[in-house]
């Protein structure tokens, strides 16, 4: 009698159609794994920024090195690596190169400064002026604060408003008493916040800093400084128009509590063709900004107006209204604001004796 044996049938197709699949989804994940992981490097790249007005890059740190390229102010680089003092980057167009630490910022440094200008891109302008040299933005008023941007000499800016700070005078003897300490009086220097040409705010020492004023108006500062000029209103003068003006003034020093303390309505007196004080105000304790603009009242028909913010003696800032009705400026009151409160005589022009 025979016995049949059945055997097994095996599918060897579908047994490597397996094997294939899996050696294929394997390699799929490792690639997409490698790819994530790419992402993530170029994501968590370290970002930094050139704060010095031109750098150049070296092929490698060494006392014998090629110079790879230039990097300018407020560019933007990848970082690559560090080796002590030095940074490897690596720029927008692809140049790569070593570059001192010292001239580059953080990208956090650039945020706060794009921030910043973001915070004051409708602040009014209260003048314009121009470096006396180069000189770096700084993202406070102070001294020891962070830059990025630089100003070259000459640049022209406007100013946006004030900050007084206390100067640090390096190696400075400490008092050695509290008696001394309490007479002490630290140093004191102005800061103006500004923006250049190209948008870039941040504070700047306000003595590196002239600000316009018309020449004809500056002769009248009688040794106040002139903190803004606004223009008012024009007249015709022999078929040329003549600009009259606002001038804001403050004490010659740095440090006062105020940001100025007088005003003065400077107008044209078409016979003898000079500017005369129609205004003038003193003792104020005056606060940027100052608005300018123009109001309809009336009879009177449209004219220009300015305000000036100032503070009390109790800590309270409240403003004040003019008009300029050439050559005569008033006060125009708030409603429920008494006369009395708002009277102050204006100001005469002198006159010169005649020998």
């Excluded at 003898?272 to 003193?282: I, K, L, N």
Aim: aromatic fraction near 8%.
């Amino acid at each position: 009698m025979r016995v049949a044996t059945v055997l097994p049938v095996v599918k060897f197709n579908d047994a490597r159609s397996s094997a294939i699949r899996l050696r294929c989804l394997t390699l799929y994940v490792l690639v997409l794994a490698s790819l994530v992981a790419c992402t993530r490097t170029r994501q968590s790249a370290e970002i930094a920024y050139v704060s010095a007005p031109q750098a150049f890059l070296r092929d490698q740190v060494a006392t014998v090195f090629n110079k790879t390229g230039t990097v300018k102010n407020g560019e933007r680089v990848e970082v690559l690596g560090r080796d002590r003092r030095f940074v490897h980057v690596r720029t927008s167009a692809g140049v790569e190169g070593w570059v001192e630490q010292r001239y580059l910022v953080t990208d956090k440094i650039y945020d706060a400064f794009q921030k910043l200008a973001q915070q004051e891109q409708s602040s009014p302008v209260q003048a314009t002026g121009s470096t006396r040299n180069q000189t770096n933005l700084h993202l406070d008023s102070e001294r020891d604060s962070e830059h990025l941007y630089q100003l070259d000499q000459g640049a022209k800016i406007s100013i946006i408003k004030r900050a007084a700070r206390e100067k640090a005078l390096p190696g400075a003897a400490r008092p050695s008493s509290a008696k001394s300490e309490a007479k002490a009086t630290p140093a004191m220097e102005d800061w103006w916040l500004v923006r250049d040409s190209q948008g870039h705010t941040g504070w700047v020492l306000a003595r590196l800093i002239d600000i316009d004023v018309p020449l004809e108006i500056a002769q009248y500062a009688e040794g106040q400084r002139i903190i803004a000029c606004f223009p008012l209103h024009e007249v015709i003068d022999q078929e040329k128009k003549v600009p009259e003006y606002l001038a804001v003034l403050s004490e010659n020093k740095d440090g006062m509590p105020f940001d100025f303390n007088a005003i003065r309505v400077f107008t044209w007196n078409v016979r003898r063709h000079r500017y005369e004080t129609a205004y003038r105000e003193r003792n104020l304790n005056g606060l940027l900004p100052v608005s300018v603009s123009h109001e309809n009242f009336d009879k009177e028909g449209e004219l220009p107006v300015f305000i000036v913010r100032v503070k009390d003696d109790a800590g309270n800032v409240g403003e004040r209204k003019y008009k300029l009705n050439s050559p005569i400026v008033k006060r125009v009151l708030a409603a429920g604001e008494s006369p009395a409160a708002s009277h102050v005589a204006p100001a005469r022009s002198r006159k010169k004796k005649k020998r």
